[in-house]
């Protein structure tokens, strides 16, 4: 069985260029999450969706940063215009909701330098 | 707001040492508790899931406590290994009206020494 899938694996732009992310859920999880790691602020929730519905957004951490879901089998994360200080690694994780456990599956992450 | 702290943030063992990771968090108010492993530039692999009922879960020679009303969780490693080496994190899932999201401790670096 697939996990969950991200790509690109690793992506280097420059500031003021549009990078988007991209996650492919596992087959039958209807809620995706996107979260940020970085060493100062360790593992950030961005916005997570239940059946491709946005629930909370409030870790957005401002307009620069969209997120969509446009079917159960896909997410991206757009950053517009990237800034240097946006270099982190970026997972995508999935579960079944409801569920009993609520249990997260993540993917391998996203790193992302911005220079 | 729920606050999930891990001590100590890094710990060296030589290898065959029994390892004990602590985690706290400030709302008892939880649904379950995670802990994960991360390797250097990998992503978070699950090891167990403690429901807010249990007191423990056991895989291997992995062994979780929790004690909700005191905050705290600790996970057991035994006979260390250098594979052990990684990242430890825990997790708790905290929400409310049937959803919830999981709120992560900084983690512990552990290292195991041959």
């Known amino acids: 069985d697939a996990g969950v899938i991200q790509s690109p694996r690793h992506e280097v732009t420059e500031m003021g260029q549009e990078v988007t992310l991209r996650c492919k859920p596992i087959?039958?999880?209807?809620?995706l999450f996107w979260y940020r790691q970085t060493m100062m602020r360790g593992l950030e929730l961005l916005i997570y969706?239940?059946?491709?519905?946005?629930?909370?957004d409030s870790g957005m951490p401002e307009d620069r940063f969209s997120a969509k879901m446009p079917n159960a089998s896909f997410s991206t994360l757009k950053i517009q215009p990237s800034e240097p200080r946006d270099s982190a690694v970026y997972f995508c994780?999935?579960?079944?909701?409801?569920?009993?456990?609520?249990?997260?599956?993540f993917g391998p992450g996203t790193r992302l330098t911005v220079t | 707001k729920q606050e999930v702290t891990q001590i100590p943030a890094a710990l060296s063992v030589p290898e065959g040492e029994n390892l004990v990771l602590n985690c706290s968090f400030t709302d008892s108010a939880i649904y379950n508790l995670q802990w994960f492993r991360q390797d250097p530039g990998k992503g978070l692999t699950s090891l167990l899931l403690i429901q807010s009922s249990q007191r423990e879960q056991t895989s291997g020679r992995l062994n979780a406590s929790l004690d909700k009303s005191s905050g705290r969780s600790t996970l057991y490693i035994a006979a260390s290994q250098p594979g052990d080496s990684a990242t430890y994190l825990c997790?708790?899932?905290?929400?409310?009206?049937?959803?919830?999201?999981?709120?992560f401790g900084a983690g512990t670096t552990v290292t195991v020494r041959a």
């Open positions: 994780a999935s579960r079944p909701y409801p569920s009993l456990t609520y249990e997260q599956y």
């Open positions: 969706f239940n059946n491709n519905v946005p629930i909370d």
């Open positions: 087959s039958g999880h209807n809620s």
């Open positions: 997790a708790v899932n905290v929400g409310f009206s049937n959803d919830y999201k999981l709120s």
